[in-house]
């Protein structure tokens, strides 16, 4: 059975609802984060030296990082569901989405984050920063047009992958119906999934920083 190693408020609720989406059973080890320094606990470092999450154990295969896990689960157990066919225009578009939403959209969604608990002093800096998130939410609003998901009509693990900084983008109040009211019934079409509401009761709710 897959064994998810899952810290509360963090990347790893993503991938409890991919496996609900793919009927596959699976085990949540919970972790706390520190209530002073919301870092994860070093009982994790048992699992994956880095001592992040999310980390899955499978037949004995430990697989860090968000974009591998859900990668390797839909390769091994997608059996042709969530990703588009390999080879395929829908498929470049699917792999882009897998690695833009680490690779270019959390640095402004975290940095805003940070910048927040500062206060005062990083306003300048702050103000830079919710220029770049505004950048990537008209991009991304524009690239949805009409399609439901991001790759079209298909619902995909791209969304999945896509929905955490948009989460905590949203908790944050960078976005709104009004201003990006495509991507705002997007992210509400994910929320009203049964797969992410299972999620939700095995995980545990969200509490998104501000």
Do not use: C
């Amino acid at each position: 059975m897959i064994e998810v190693h899952h810290l509360n408020n963090s990347r790893s609720q993503r991938v409890i609802w991919l496996l609900e989406e793919l009927g596959v059973p699976y085990e949540v080890i919970r972790y706390e984060r520190d209530a002073v320094t919301m870092l994860a606990p070093a009982s994790l470092k048992a699992v994956h030296q880095l001592g992040k999450s999310p980390v899955i154990r499978d037949n004995g295969t430990v697989i860090a990082e968000s974009g591998a896990i859900i990668d390797y689960l839909v390769e091994r157990y997608g059996q042709d569901r969530f990703s588009p066919p390999r080879g395929t225009p829908a498929y470049e578009r699917y792999r882009y989405w897998l690695h833009y939403a680490e690779g270019s959209l959390m640095t402004p969604v975290i940095l805003r984050l940070y910048l927040g608990r500062i206060g005062e002093s990083a306003a300048p800096l702050m103000e830079r920063v919710v220029g770049q998130m505004q950048l990537h939410l008209d991009y991304v609003q524009s690239e949805l047009g009409d399609a439901p998901y991001l790759v079209g009509s298909q619902f995909t693990a791209a969304d999945v992958q896509m929905s955490f900084p948009f989460e905590i983008a949203r908790a944050q109040g960078t976005f709104s119906p009004e201003q990006h009211p495509k991507l705002f019934a997007w992210l509400q079409s994910l929320r009203a999934r049964p797969g992410y509401q299972k999620a939700l009761e095995k995980g545990g709710p969200y509490a998104y920083e501000k």
